[in-house]
């Protein structure tokens, strides 16, 4: 389980099921009472710190893609927002760099209404609604604790146009509310594991499941009924860590078997290195000895982007193809271009955040 080291908890949460369900989870965490979050904002950068308060900010919102790439806006639920794990190349630590803290909403009633809300009316319009809850943190990493599944699941079961995206790094040791509950909503929750190779995963991924346990985690969750998908992203240019073409290449064909051993997925997205151009100033600063430092990488639109990343994508599309027959493949906020070098139509567009083509629309 992830470390947890200090609990700070909202004065209008102190009695929520949450907080003891931390408590009883991490007994050995420094755990305090306090008025409001302004009290931690002025704390060092701290990914083992939870607060656990009401979230004022809405539950269900929608992402929008920017200009220029092939990307679908999705439906996002938040419940929690960073991560206790250390991903190195994370847009986490831009996006959080004024809230570096696990944040835990104790007001999910409020989230589950807004849920509600948002299902009945796509409804009445004969539209399915897929929330994503790995977005702005781990989908699954906290459920043990936090319940989130518990909250979701039913309600999704008693809303037949509703969909569940759990995209993570964890592994066998979060899934037992899923498998206890996976009589509901069936065929309507996918899970969906962010993998790499795992010298990707040694170097730059700190604290994450190692890829055999998130990958064991998928196989148990598929013979439970559940709908599997993957992400590989990022795919990082390992020349940049100094191994030759040939061996960089062939880490991302052992994944591709790894991947075969344990499960059959419905869709694989692939997506590649692309910082902000500001991210690299946090990462010199947590992690000034990462490779992902040396990665090299070219201006491209609002992100940074390998210039090498078509023959990745190329190759990894090949070996999957001859993996997994008729596979779904797609890239990740890439453009039209990229698509046809890696050998993909991009129309009508399926990745990983949406539902697939064919489910997208209900009858009424």
Same mark, same amino acid.
């Given at each position: 389980?992830?470390?947890?080291?200090?609990?700070?908890?909202?004065?209008?949460?102190?009695?929520?099921?949450?907080?003891?369900?931390?408590?009883?989870?991490?007994?050995?965490?420094?755990?305090?009472?306090?008025?409001?979050?302004?009290?931690?904002?002025?704390?060092?950068?701290?990914?083992?710190?939870?607060?656990?308060?009401?979230?004022?900010?809405?539950?269900?919102?929608?992402?929008?893609?920017?200009?220029?790439?092939?990307?679908?806006?999705?439906?996002?639920?938040?419940?929690?927002?960073?991560?206790?794990?250390?991903?190195?190349?994370?847009?986490?630590?831009?996006?959080?760099?004024?809230?570096?803290?696990?944040?835990?909403?104790?007001?999910?009633?409020?989230?589950?209404?807004? #849920?509600?809300?948002? =299902?009945? !009316?796509?409804?009445? @319009?004969? &539209?399915?609604?897929?929330?994503? $809850?790995?977005? /702005?943190? %781990?989908?699954?990493?906290?459920?043990?604790?936090?319940?989130?599944?518990?909250?979701?699941?039913?309600?999704?079961?008693?809303?037949?146009?509703?969909?569940?995206?759990?995209?993570?790094?964890?592994?066998?040791?979060?899934?037992?509310?899923?498998?206890?509950?996976?009589?509901?909503?069936?065929?309507?929750?996918?899970?969906?594991?962010?993998?790499?190779?795992?010298?990707?995963?040694?170097?730059?991924?700190?604290?994450?499941?190692?890829?055999?346990?998130?990958?064991? #985690?998928?196989?148990? =969750?598929? !013979?439970?009924?559940? @709908?599997? &998908?993957?992400?590989?992203?990022? $795919?990082?240019? /390992?020349? %940049?860590?100094?191994?030759?073409?040939?061996?960089?290449?062939?880490?991302?064909?052992?994944?591709?078997?790894?991947?075969?051993?344990?499960?059959?997925?419905?869709?694989?997205?692939?997506?590649?290195?692309?910082?902000?151009?500001?991210?690299?100033?946090?990462?010199?600063?947590?992690?000034?000895?990462?490779?992902?430092?040396?990665?090299?990488?070219?201006?491209?639109?609002?992100?940074?982007?390998?210039?090498?990343?078509?023959?990745?994508?190329?190759?990894?599309?090949?070996?999957?193809?001859?993996?997994?027959?008729?596979?779904?493949?797609?890239?990740?906020?890439?453009?039209?271009?990229?698509?046809?070098?890696?050998?993909?139509?991009?129309?009508?567009?399926?990745?990983?955040?949406?539902?697939?083509?064919?489910?997208?629309?209900?009858?009424?």
């Amino acid at each position: 389980m992830v470390h947890i080291h200090r609990i700070l908890i909202h004065q209008q949460a102190a009695s929520a099921p949450i907080a003891e369900n931390f408590r009883r989870a991490f007994p050995g965490a420094e755990f305090s009472i306090i008025p409001g979050e302004q009290e931690i904002r002025a704390l060092p950068a701290d990914r083992h710190t939870v607060y656990i308060g009401p979230r004022t900010a809405p539950f269900v919102s929608q992402f929008h893609p920017p200009r220029g790439i092939l990307c679908a806006p999705f439906w996002k639920f938040t419940a929690e927002t960073f991560c206790p794990l250390a991903c190195h190349y994370c847009y986490l630590s831009l996006t959080f760099r004024f809230l570096p803290y696990v944040r835990i909403a104790s007001n999910i009633e409020r989230g589950l209404e807004q #849920a509600e809300h948002l =299902l009945l !009316q796509e409804a009445a @319009r004969g &539209r399915r609604v897929m929330f994503n $809850i790995g977005e /702005l943190a %781990d989908g699954r990493l906290l459920d043990p604790v936090t319940g989130l599944s518990r909250h979701l699941l039913p309600l999704l079961d008693r809303h037949p146009n509703g969909m569940l995206h759990v995209l993570t790094k964890a592994g066998p040791e979060t899934i037992g509310n899923y498998l206890e509950l996976a009589h509901l909503a069936p065929g309507r929750v996918i899970h969906v594991a962010s993998v790499n190779p795992q010298i990707v995963i040694n170097l730059t991924e700190e604290d994450t499941s190692p890829l055999e346990s998130r990958l064991e #985690a998928l196989r148990r =969750l598929q !013979q439970a009924g559940y @709908r599997i &998908r993957l992400r590989i992203d990022p $795919i990082f240019d /390992l020349r %940049d860590f100094g191994y030759d073409e040939a061996t960089a290449l062939g880490e991302y064909d052992r994944l591709v078997e790894a991947i075969q051993a344990y499960c059959t997925p419905e869709l694989v997205t692939l997506g590649s290195y692309r910082p902000d151009p500001r991210l690299p100033q946090f990462l010199r600063r947590r992690y000034p000895d990462s490779p992902v430092l040396k990665v090299q990488t070219l201006p491209d639109g609002p992100k940074r982007r390998l210039p090498a990343r078509a023959l990745f994508y190329r190759h990894l599309v090949d070996r999957l193809r001859a993996a997994f027959p008729g596979l779904r493949i797609a890239l990740c906020k890439e453009t039209p271009q990229m698509w046809r070098a890696a050998g993909l139509w991009p129309a009508p567009l399926e990745c990983s955040c949406l539902p697939l083509v064919e489910e997208r629309k209900i009858s009424r």
